[in-house]
């Protein structure tokens, strides 16, 4: 879909888990009219005739004139050293014009280090210099004290610049750069720029829609609802923002709320996109079905027909992807199915929440927990499950992932405890409590076989290691245990296929290398013998 290149106006060319578990500015210094800056020691000039001939404007002149050298009588008194104590110097005048006259006292030294002077572009330079700041620059060459604030590089001052200047930039301009960087895939660029526009003026609703454009290319689907949104509360009339939103909704599996919001666009809408919507709606209806009638590999099918009819960024057809894996016992393909859907912070779960409602993201935190927990990454399963029942309290799913997450933590913990104290048959019936809530979890599964082989019971760990990876093949720590158990076995052949595999994925670790090697000289023997036989 094209970006908006015009302004404001009507039409713009522009559900349960319980399955799973078991029941839980400045002025110019100085101008052709103002006056010389004076010094200490200097006397003040004549004053110029008026260049106006008005008797307003003379009297005022003639008033500043007299108040000037009143002014420097006085200081040139307060100098005396019969006055002064000793002769040191006092607030002396720096700058006097026709409006104001400002005493150096009050200034302080403008040019002492480390003082602050905005939009100073080295003026001062240009200056005389005052007795003070004469007598402070002898003294810093011969006691070494700080030395004056450097000039800024000529690169600093010119980002200060364009910094200044960005601000006064048009935003349509602005926003015909956005363009721009969007046609040419630059989305974050392209974002940065309708930003800079809407900071500009926000009561433009195509900075806004073209921004949530920018933010849907790069995935932030929440983020650009929620700017659709914003485009729609500025002008409700505004026509490729409801376009907009309608493909929001139609990716995020809402055909219902697509279907709106297409009708709301004028004649930005064809009828194929009305197709799609009502497509989507009643593939979304046939995996609400499958997935009540817990029939896990058709629910598989219908996601993905759901998914090529244009719902690619439904966090709800993602969940049931991975609740079905997770039901089928392959929970490393729940966790690619679930993706990053569930791992996000509070503003997010919040902006959830606010678009679709408490329940379904409960139903996605839930999900997280329960893939986490099947994955081993027991304490974000925690967490996970805490925040689902935050955001959604009376959820069956959310109260059922965090009685998961817990019983499975608590029974790891207890064990991994009474295996260091060396008591492991009690360890062992601690993993089995926890295996009770979370039948195959393979974290529980390989350190029970890690007590099986401490206590010498290689078959039985054997049986518990091939549990373990039957659920989780990648688990790398189940198949290292499982190698160790075959070695003891006297099965080199499928210890060294195991070798073999690790060693793949860790080629630098020499523990397994010395294992591998061990096993083939094992096997080789083996073979040998089995020939002379």
């Known amino acids: 879909m094209g970006l908006d290149d015009d302004d404001a106006g009507g039409k713009s060319s522009g559900c349960g888990l319980g399955h799973l578990f078991r029941r839980r500015g400045s002025n110019s210094l100085r101008s052709s009219s103002a006056p ?11 004053p110029k005739a008026a260049a106006i001939a008005h008797p307003l404007y003379n009297n005022h002149q003639h008033q500043q004139s007299n108040h000037l050298h009143h002014q420097h009588r006085q200081h040139r008194q307060s100098n005396h050293p019969s006055n002064n104590n000793g002769g040191a110097s006092s607030p002396a005048l720096v700058r006097a014009s026709s409006g104001n006259v400002m005493l150096y006292g009050s200034l302080g030294n403008l040019r002492a280090p480390g003082a602050v002077t905005p939009n100073r572009n ?3 330079d240009f200056l005389p210099m005052t007795a003070d700041e004469i007598k402070l620059q002898t003294t810093s060459k011969n006691n070494d004290s700080p030395k004056p604030r450097p000039k800024p590089k000529p690169k600093q001052r010119e980002a200060v610049l364009c910094r200044a200047l960005s601000v006064r930039e048009d935003p349509e301009e602005l926003k015909k750069k ?15 720029y309708y930003e800079r526009a809407i900071a500009v003026d926000p009561s433009k609703p195509a900075y806004w829609s073209n921004k949530a454009a920018a933010l849907m290319a790069q995935g932030r689907i929440l983020d650009a609802i929620a700017h659709c949104r914003e485009a729609l509360r500025v002008d409700p009339s505004f026509g490729r923002a409801h376009h907009r939103l309608g493909t929001l909704y139609l990716r995020t ?3 219902d709320r697509a279907a709106k919001q297409y009708k709301l666009t004028a004649h930005d809408a064809s009828p194929e996109d009305m197709s799609r919507a009502h497509s989507v709606q009643a593939l979304v209806a046939k995996c609400d079905e499958s997935r009540r009638r817990g029939s896990w590999k058709s629910l ?6 759901a998914v090529s009819a244009g719902a690619d960024a439904s966090p709800k057809l993602a969940c049931y992807q991975a609740e079905a894996f997770l039901c089928l016992q392959r929970p490393e393909e729940a966790d690619a199915a679930l993706g990053k859907n569930g791992v996000c912070t509070e503003e997010e779960t919040d902006r959830h929440v606010e678009i679709f409602g408490a329940g379904s993201c409960g139903y996605l935190l839930a999900t997280r927990a329960l893939v986490d927990t099947a994955m081993g990454r027991l304490e974000a399963a925690v967490a996970a499950s805490d925040e689902a029942v935050r955001v959604s309290p009376g959820s069956r799913e959310a109260a059922g992932a965090a009685r998961q997450a817990q019983a499975v933590v608590s029974a790891r913990n207890r064990g991994n405890a009474l295996f260091k104290a060396g008591k492991l048959r009690e360890a062992c019936a601690a993993y089995e409590d926890g295996l009770r809530e979370h039948p195959g979890n393979a974290t529980l599964l390989c350190n029970r076989a890690a007590c099986r082989c401490k206590l010498g019971e290689w078959a039985a760990a054997l049986r518990d290691c091939d ?12 198949r290292l245990r499982r190698a160790a158990c075959n070695d003891r076995l006297g099965k080199w052949e499928v210890s060294v296929q195991d070798y073999e595999a690790l060693l793949r994925e860790t080629p630098a670790d020499e523990d397994v290398a010395t294992a591998l090697a061990h096993a083939r000289t094992q096997l080789g023997g083996v073979t040998h013998r089995h020939m002379a036989a």
């Open 36 to 46: 010389a800056i004076t010094t200490v020691d200097a006397v003040p000039p004549k």
């Open 122 to 124: 080295d003026v001062l």
């Open 178 to 192: 956005g363009n721009d960087e969007y046609m040419a895939g630059n989305y974050v660029d392209a974002v940065g």
């Open 253 to 255: 599996g809402h055909g």
């Open 300 to 305: 598989l099918r219908d996601v993905q027909a």
């Open 467 to 478: 549990a373990a990876l039957g659920t989780r093949p990648s688990y790398g720590k189940a």
